[in-house]
């Protein structure tokens, strides 16, 4: 069985501030991990992903996360928040033959001017 | 053109109303999911199909059924709408790789009255 947890429904932060966004997961086996994000009206697109490469992962808008095994935690990071960064993002975890998407029930970033 | 069309993108119905949303790819993925999302629950599986001939239900499969109609298109049906399926519907794509990473369409917004 696989479980994801993001803690904060809603996040706020100021243009320019640190974007923290944190997820823990579940998995009985090693998981792969990723990001959505959605913009309002919007389907939801890869933001980053992790599959056992390295442990420190680039996305696309400046966007990284880190795997951290001891902690089963894949938060999500980006030094230097946009107002354009506004949109709510999912964290998932895939593990099993299968290798089905379980997804957080999300967080909503709001960035203040 | 979008790689996952959804359609309709819109729709209102009444209780007991019989909808049908469509879903086309041109990824030329196997493997094509319909999720459903509500709000503070992030994304639940409805059903998820590996090929043609390879359909299976998700966690919420209740009151709904699918069609595979060719490798690129998947149908999700509810025979009698009822109010709390008002929701937003994502038809989604993967291929074989052990990733499990999912493309999604941009969603369709169903509003059962």
């Known amino acids: 069985a696989q479980s994801v947890t993001q803690l904060g429904s809603h996040v706020s932060v100021s243009e320019g501030a640190l974007v923290l966004l944190r997820c823990n997961y579940s998995?009985?086996?090693?998981?792969?991990l990723f990001w959505y994000v959605q913009y309002p009206n919007q389907g939801l697109q890869l933001l980053l992903k992790y599959t056992s490469a390295a442990t420190l992962v680039k996305g696309i808008n400046g966007f990284e996360a880190e795997f951290k095994k001891s902690e089963t935690s894949f938060h999500l990071t980006k030094p230097s928040a946009h107002m354009s960064d506004a949109a709510e993002y999912f964290c998932a975890v895939s593990s099993g033959s299968a290798r089905q998407l379980t997804f957080g029930s999300g967080t909503q970033l709001t960035v203040l001017p | 053109d979008a790689d996952v069309t959804q359609t309709p993108r819109n729709r209102i119905t009444k209780t007991g109303k019989r909808i049908m949303l469509e879903c086309s790819q041109t990824?030329?993925?196997?493997?094509m999911y319909w999720y459903r999302q509500d709000p503070g629950l992030g994304l639940q599986l409805i059903y998820y199909s590996f090929d043609v001939k390879d359909i299976n239900k998700g966690e919420i499969s209740d009151g709904y059924s699918v069609s595979r109609q060719a490798q690129a298109k998947f149908s999700l049906s509810l025979e009698s709408a009822i109010p709390n399926q008002t929701a937003l519907y994502f038809c989604?794509?993967?291929?074989?790789?052990?990733?499990?990473?999912?493309?999604f369409g941009e969603g369709s917004r169903l509003t059962v009255l």
């Open positions: 990824k030329g993925h196997d493997r």
């Open positions: 998995s009985s086996v090693p998981p792969y």
């Open positions: 989604a794509t993967s291929d074989r790789t052990l990733t499990g990473e999912l493309f």
